[in-house]
């Protein structure tokens, strides 16, 4: 899961990837590198497959020789397992946008998959229930399939009926690692999400809880690393080639994403600091037809920086500061204002009342229009320039104030 403000539309996708479908109105991708992913799910499972294959000559009566079966179920848990982790992301996506996120896409990788989405009006609440939806549908699986398997386990008499079995029982336990995986308290892992919703709920500041989950991912990681160093040392022979392998990917991985949570704390502590009275140019509007005198006139008259011209259907469509509006010469004061203004780029507006994190995320939204229009209860009051936002996050602060905002729970 990854909660993130893009400026991608929902039906955008990133470059290779294949769209499959869509599911909480957003496309499911599957991205290049997936293929990858499925041959090495498949170079893991083969060994297991032959083990279970080789005492069934039962099957070779038939015309099935040992390698065809090995084939085949290796197929059916590498489709189990895959087929598990869209789930996964799709209930990410659905229980995101069942807290009214927009879902931007559900990218399926290599190594696993990513769901996005807008994380305004994100909460504590929100934010903890969105990541345990993940891990949770995988327990299910795990629950749904060794459960099963243990019926037909009972009831198989043919060497068909183990064969089922086994896959079952393979899926069980991937899905059952996939969901303890996934719960590592560490970002950028479900777990780490849910400890940073919990530290957020329970300190009101969600930059500290960022650095909580950043430092117990850097914690992990080293205890991975400990761990393996110690059977090493203690067993006096190294560790099987597989576990010594995934746990060290497990521990470049989780540290990996600490990494980018701490680096992601600070921007985050500073956007919490930003104040639309510092931000929100104030202006006024002026009518299509409105002459440069005119605009100038009411600008001066209203005492804001800048006027905002709309549409014949009320829709801002262009804006001009009063440097604009005064340079124009005197034998063209007569013109209409549109003739000095510069377009808004096709925006989305921002609400003036928001603040701090709020703010920042709604901007950064739609963060590809230089110049963005602020609303307060539908009417226009003002402009924020994002070079200037940009530049209030760069501004270094002494320390992260809490929010007194009631959360949601």
Request: proline share 7%.
């Amino acid at each position: 899961m990854e909660e993130r403000s893009g400026t991608r539309g929902g039906g955008s996708r990133p470059a290779g990837g294949l769209v499959v479908g869509r599911v909480a109105g957003a496309p499911v991708v599957v991205d290049a590198w997936w293929p990858l992913g499925a041959l090495v799910l498949a170079a893991v499972y083969v060994p297991t497959a032959t083990r279970v294959a080789h005492p069934l000559d039962g099957l070779a009566a038939v015309g099935l020789p040992t390698g065809a079966v090995v084939a085949l179920m290796t197929v059916a848990f590498v489709v189990l397992l895959l087929g598990s982790v869209a789930l996964h992301e799709v209930a990410h996506a659905l229980v995101a946008r069942g807290h009214g996120h927009a879902v931007r896409s559900v990218t399926l990788t290599a190594w696993g998959g990513r769901t996005t989405y807008d994380p305004r009006g994100t909460t504590p609440r929100s934010h903890l229930l969105t990541a345990l939806a993940g891990p949770a549908v995988n327990v299910a699986l795990a629950l749904a399939l060794g459960g099963l398997a243990a019926a037909l386990g009972t009831t198989a008499t043919t060497a068909w009926g183990f064969v089922v079995v086994q896959v079952l029982l393979a899926g069980a336990a991937a899905n059952g690692v996939v969901a303890v995986v996934n719960l590592v308290p560490a970002l950028p892992y479900d777990g780490g999400a849910a400890l940073e919703a919990v530290v957020w709920r329970l300190t009101r500041d969600r930059a500290t809880a960022t650095r909580v989950a950043a430092a117990s991912g850097y914690g992990i990681a080293v205890a991975i690393v400990a761990v393996l160093a110690a059977w090493w040392l203690l067993a006096q022979s190294s560790p099987p080639p597989l576990v010594l392998a995934w746990g060290l990917v497990l521990a470049v991985l989780v540290w990996h994403g600490a990494s980018r949570a701490a680096a992601s704390a600070v921007p985050a502590a500073r956007a919490a600091t930003l104040d639309p009275a510092k931000l929100v140019r104030p202006v006024t509007v002026v009518a299509p037809d409105a002459t440069i005198d005119a605009a100038l006139s009411t600008l001066l008259a209203d005492g804001v920086r800048a006027v905002v011209v709309p549409d014949a259907l009320g829709r801002p469509i262009a804006w001009a500061d009063g440097a604009a509006l005064a340079a124009a010469p005197a034998e063209r004061r007569a013109c209409h204002v549109l003739e000095v203004a510069t377009a808004l780029a096709p925006a989305g507006p921002v609400d003036a009342s928001l603040t701090g994190i709020d703010l920042f995320d709604a901007v950064r939204a739609v963060a590809d229009a230089p110049v963005i229009v602020a609303v307060r209860h539908g009417r226009v009051v003002g402009l924020i320039v994002v070079a200037e936002v940009v530049a209030a996050l760069r501004a270094p602060s002494r320390r992260t104030p809490r929010s007194d905002r009631p959360q949601d729970n």
